[in-house]
Structures are given as C-alpha cells and as structure tokens.
C-alpha cells in the first residue's frame, strides 16, 4: 500500500487491531516518532523524544500509545496531539515497555532493572518490582496480568492489583521472549536454552516446554499467542513453529502432526524450514513449465 523512509533505524513499530493506526519509533536525527494512517505514507503528526525511541506500544483501538527511550523516559500520547499527556524519566534506558487494550494500564522499566506500573492518568507510579534485567515484558489486553522475562533466566507473572510476583519460574538460560493471552490465562516464553515453555496462571508447574532448533545464543529468538491462548508461534534459528494447545487424558501438550485427539505419542508442532520455501518455488517452477509444455503440445494439435 505503502512505504516510507526514515532517518535513522526503526527501533519500534504498532499497530491497532483494525489496522488504521501505525506507529514508527527510530533513533534518527531529529524527529523519531512517527503517527501514520493507513492511508498515507505521510505522517499525521511526529515528535522529537528526549533520546532514541527504543520501544514503543499502542492500545488495540490505535488511540493511546507509549514509547520508551534510551535516557529513561516513558510518554503516553493519544493520537489526537502530538502534545503528550504525561512523560516520566527513570533511570536507564527503557528496554520493554506494553500497554493495555483499553490504553488504561502501561507497563515499563526503571534502570532496566525493575518492572513499573502506571496508569493513564498520572505518570506517578502504581507499584515497581525488582525483577532484575528485563528483556520483554507484555500486559494482558484486559491490564489484569503482567508477564516480565529477564536475561538471570527468571519469568515473572504478576497481577496487575499487587507488586508481589503471583509465581515465578527459571528457565534454563537467559529469556528472549514473553507473551499472554488476552484473558492473562496462558503464558508463553521463548529462551536462549532453545525452548519455548508454556504455562497457566494458576502456577508456575510448566504445561509443556518444546525444544526448537539451532544454537544458543545464535538467534533472535521472539514468541507470540494468539489471543485465546490456543495458539502459539515461535522463531527458531531455521525453523518457524507453530503450536496449538491440546489438553489430553488430563495433560497439556503441543499440536499433534496429524492433529489427532487421542493419547499416542505425536507431540511434534507444525515445523516451516526457512529451506522449504525454496524448495516450494522450484517445485511450482518446474510444474509451471509443465503445464506450459502440455499447453503449446495442445496448441498444435488444434
């Protein structure tokens, strides 16, 4: 539909659940945040951030946002003004920030260190955690849980109501990842161990943990639910992966291959090898050509 040029790299990017809204954050000269409509690549407004806009954040309707940046500050606009509503500067840089659907609720960092929480109205904070180094973190759309995954390999779930962590869970290296379901009910992590682990609110007791290709640390590793928890996507260093949750002869367990509801011993998830497009083209090349071979054959006979 669209593309447009940036000065300086693109740290951060979202978009509303329809699609109408977008949001740039870059680390460029002079402007960095960028508010688009779908429509046009020309922005509807910008703004200059104190420092590079290293995360940024949008509420499901597209109507409030937040950024963070590298000297610590956290804004929260609404689309209407490029005129902020509130800023507050904490220390470090923001290495993870996420709001909730309604733009209620906003979650970041202070000192890269410990999990914050605010609110719409003030910049004055709700509650902080020391969690240690926080790599991602994410909000439940409804704002009633908070995920936090760290790189000492710990991940957090806490309720939006309290700063005492509900339960926590070591992984088996540093985290890369963190997502949760809309409701907050299932949790998902993706580790440098090369795992990707799921979990439910009730407790840290692991529902499964499935172990993804290539070598740790070679990666950038992200993880993704949908929004009713059912579904799980997942990056690995040649593969992606895709996993639905089954609940089986009362286990938790990844998609079955053939997608069947009985208790055999198919666990693996659907695997997409970076490779297997290749071959997916050449294999509809050398079809194409057929098809063009039969057609002028055909073409002579007439």
């Not at 909730?100 to 605010?118: F, P, Q, R």
């Not at 439910?200 to 943990?209: E, M």
């Amino acid at each position: 539909m669209w593309n447009r040029t940036l000065s300086g790299w693109v740290y951060g990017v979202a978009m509303s659940s329809n699609g109408s809204s977008i949001l740039a954050g870059t680390g460029g000269s002079g402007t960095d945040t960028y508010y688009f409509n779908k429509s046009s690549s020309t922005q509807q407004w910008d703004y200059i951030a104190n420092g590079l806009v290293l995360r940024v954040a949008m509420s499901s309707d597209g109507y409030y946002f937040t950024i963070g940046t590298n000297t610590g500050y956290i804004y929260l606009f609404n689309i209407s003004s490029p005129t902020y509503m509130w800023s507050v500067q904490n220390s470090g840089l923001i290495t993870a920030i996420s709001i909730s659907a309604d733009g209620y609720y906003i979650v970041g960092t202070d000192n890269h260190k410990d999990v914050v929480l605010y609110n719409k109205l003030s910049n004055s904070q709700i509650w902080s955690y020391p969690t240690g180094d926080i790599v991602s973190l994410k909000i439940s759309s409804d704002g009633n849980y908070i995920v936090v995954g760290c790189w000492n390999s710990k991940i957090y779930l806490f309720s939006r109501t309290s700063p005492t962590p509900l339960w926590s869970y070591t992984t088996g290296s540093d985290l890369e990842s963190v997502d949760i379901s809309s409701n907050g009910d299932y949790i998902v992590a993706e580790s440098e161990d090369e795992k990707v682990y799921l979990f439910h609110k009730s407790s840290n007791n692991l529902l499964w943990s499935y172990t993804l290709d290539g070598t740790q640390g070679n990666g950038y590793y992200c993880v993704s639910i949908s929004s009713d928890g059912k579904y799980i996507a997942a990056g690995g260093l040649n593969n992606f992966y895709y996993f639905r949750n089954f609940y089986v002869n009362g286990t938790y367990r990844p998609l079955d291959r053939d997608d069947r509801k009985d208790d055999n011993n198919h666990t693996e998830p659907e695997v997409i090898s970076i490779g297997n497009f290749h071959l997916i083209f050449i294999v509809l090349g050398i079809i194409y050509v057929i098809m063009k071979i039969i057609r002028k054959k055909h073409l002579k006979k007439i």
